[in-house]
């Protein structure tokens, strides 16, 4: 099963390390390694977020997820993306990015570097919009019990995480564009620049999410009908609608788990340049954390961890939403990476220790005892 799942991963490790040895030797070699190891370390919680939408989907647009996928994530996000950044702030052609990046990329460097607040913004604000809808929803399971059950009434207010998501992105130009004015920086006119990209953060995550949702539930709607039709023996036709319906549902999805993906990869691509500035080392080890956070996702699903371990997606978005505001205070102040991994892999240890101990106390109390190991494991 473990061999099956990461099979991929694996032969793409060893091919992307014997690139990375033939292009620049052992240096190369390590800065890959270390690339991979970064990618995978930030986007841990990206996979577990990402198995509590796959798991909807069929093995066919699972498969679609760990082929045509990888190639959008590892091509796109971390090869295209940064030279499209590139391209369009320095106000060039994209054969001209390409060639910047590969014969001068010190200018390359300086040119993602500048174009970081509009980035932060725009991914901040996706993902902002993920963990606030998580949080105001009212759920069965709690696990934060003393703020997550407020919150839930508090999301009955409708519209509540756009305002709120909508006031972060206002403090923030503002305060930059202060910062910028008191400083006597150059960037007072990219305040304008970080509002619209955030704003087209927050659009992007309304539309591809409100399409996923749209479809989806359609489609258990019209399951819901097929099971009664099927209960009155009441069978008619193929039932080419629900097969078409499906589909919808599950592209929409696709297009969903491709957006937050890049809005994880964030975070990745810009702090890959703390390590290298050559985009094919960058490309190389990306790639290979890329494959193994899709791997891995597929691994969650398959293997039902997210229903044996309930708190995880809880810790996944708590790490979502301490990754958007890390985004967006990045847009002004440096972060180091390591920081931002490690709250990730902090946040979804705890929930996965919590999901431990309430499963141990489900066991040691049996049947009918649910509500009350509840309480006692939850924090």
């Given amino acids: 099963m473990l061999l099956k799942t990461f099979g991929w991963s694996f032969a793409i490790t060893a091919l992307g390390l014997v690139a990375a040895a033939f292009y620049g030797g052992w240096t190369a070699f390590g ?37 045509v996928g990888v190639l959008i994530a590892v091509f796109g996000m971390r090869l295209v993306f940064p030279v499209v950044i590139v391209a369009i702030s320095a106000k060039m052609g994209p054969i001209e990015a390409v060639d910047l990046a590969l014969n001068n990329k010190h200018r390359y460097q300086e040119l993602v570097t500048d174009a970081h607040p509009a980035i932060a913004a725009f991914g901040g604000m996706f993902l902002l919009m993920i963990f606030l809808d998580f949080i105001f929803e009212d759920r069965d399971i709690q696990w934060l019990r003393w703020i997550e059950r407020p919150l839930a009434k508090l999301g009955k207010v409708d519209m509540l995480s756009v305002c709120i998501s909508l006031i972060v992105l206002l403090i923030t130009s503002f305060t930059f564009a202060t910062h910028a ?40 709607e019209e399951e819901e009908r ?69 791997s891995l996702t597929v691994y969650l699903v398959r293997q039902g961890t997210l229903d044996d371990y309930v708190y995880l997606e809880h810790g996944a978005h708590y790490a979502i939403g301490a990754l958007a505001v890390i985004l967006m205070v990045t847009i002004q102040y440096e972060i180091n990476e390591v920081v931002t991994g490690l709250v990730g892999v902090i946040l979804i240890a705890w929930s996965f220790w919590s999901s431990v101990r309430r499963n141990r106390a489900l066991a040691a109390s049996g049947e009918g005892s649910d509500e009350k190991a509840e309480v006692s494991t939850t924090v």
């Fill in 31 to 67: 800065i890959v390694a270390i690339l991979a190891v970064l990618e995978i370390s930030l986007s841990f919680d990206n996979a577990v977020v990402n198995a509590g939408i796959l798991k909807k989907m069929n093995a066919f647009w699972q498969k679609i997820f760990l082929t």
């Fill in 226 to 294: 097929e099971h009664e039709e099927e209960e009155e023996a009441a069978r008619t036709g193929k039932k080419k609608s629900a097969v078409v319906l499906a589909g919808q549902a599950a592209f929409f999805m696709f297009l969903y788990l491709e957006v937050l993906d890049a809005s994880f990869s964030f975070d990745g691509v810009i702090g890959a340049f703390a390590i290298t500035n050559d985009i094919v080392l960058m490309a190389l080890g990306l790639g290979i954390g890329a494959m193994y956070v899709r």
């Fill in 181 to 220: 004015h008191q400083h006597g920086g150059g960037h007072a006119d990219k305040a304008q620049t970080v509002l619209i990209a955030g704003i087209a953060g927050l659009i992007t995550y309304m539309i591809v999410g409100g399409l996923s949702g749209y479809f989806e539930d359609k489609l258990e």
